[in-house]
């Protein structure tokens, strides 16, 4: 449901209490959902928050959003990139859920009274509204993806170092079902040699 004008004037008027204690909301938003919730830890890279990336990308997201409140249409390619971040790890619609309760949670406990119970109800759409925007788009990723949206394991078939900082690594799905993989991207290349179709992944070493 779009947000009212007055939830819309609420968020706008709290970006500098964001901007100010974004960081603080999102270290803690990430805390304690993984510590409720041990199987998200399998998707989260640990290093993202040991080094505070993750926190601080969701606090310039949330922050970014809470600004262009009145236009969505200018958050443009930010969407595409989260989108596209959440669809390479099978990011499901009822997964925003939790999310969203323990981002709400997080504030509260970083802002205190100065959360409002008017204010409350007015992140609580304002998430809702940005979800939406998410999971519509991470389902055209789906969709694009020819219906393949779950985890499916592969071997590494072969390795090759290409030099002291690139290794090649090989992957061939271990199921032998021939079901078709995604079309590869920029980073990814078809070997024509393999048996299956398979993908060479370049990760620097
Ligand atoms: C409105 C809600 C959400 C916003 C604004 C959001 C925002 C972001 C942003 C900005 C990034 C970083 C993108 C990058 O580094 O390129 C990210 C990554 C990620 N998001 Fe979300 N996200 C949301 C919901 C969710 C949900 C529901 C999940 C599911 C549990 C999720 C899981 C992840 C994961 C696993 C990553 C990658 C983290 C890593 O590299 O360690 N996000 N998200």
């Known amino acids: 449901m779009p947000l009212t004008q007055q939830q819309a004037k609420l968020i706008k008027d709290s970006v500098p209490a964001l901007k100010a204690h974004g ?5 803690i938003f990430y805390s304690n959902l993984l510590a409720d919730n041990p199987s998200l830890k399998e998707i989260f890279n640990t ?11 969701l606090a310039a997201a949330v922050y970014a959003y809470a600004c262009r409140i009145d236009d969505l249409s200018t958050l443009g390619s930010a969407v595409e990139l989260i989108a596209n ?10 997964q925003y ?28 759409a304002a998430y809702g509204q940005l979800a939406d925007i998410l999971i519509k788009k991470e389902d055209g990723l789906y969709k694009h993806a020819h219906g393949w949206t779950d985890w499916r394991d592969f071997r590494i078939k072969k ?8 290794t090649s690594f090989y992957l061939e799905p271990v199921d032998e079902s021939f079901k078709p993989l995604p079309p590869f991207l920029p980073g990814q290349v078809c070997d024509p040699h393999c048996r299956q179709e398979s ?3 370049f990760i620097d070493s």
Do not use: C
């Open 159 to 166: 390795k090759v170092m290409e030099s002291e900082e690139i």
């Open 47 to 57: 290093s993202n928050q040991f080094n505070q990336h993750q926190p601080r990308a």
């Open 85 to 94: 971040k959440h669809a390479s790890l099978y990011i499901q619609p009822e």
């Open 23 to 27: 960081n603080e909301v999102t270290k």
């Open 199 to 201: 993908w060479i992944v």
């Open 97 to 124: 859920d939790v999310v969203g309760k323990y981002l709400l949670a997080a504030m509260k406990e970083v802002l205190g009274d100065a959360l409002t119970p008017d204010l409350l109800e007015a992140w609580r």
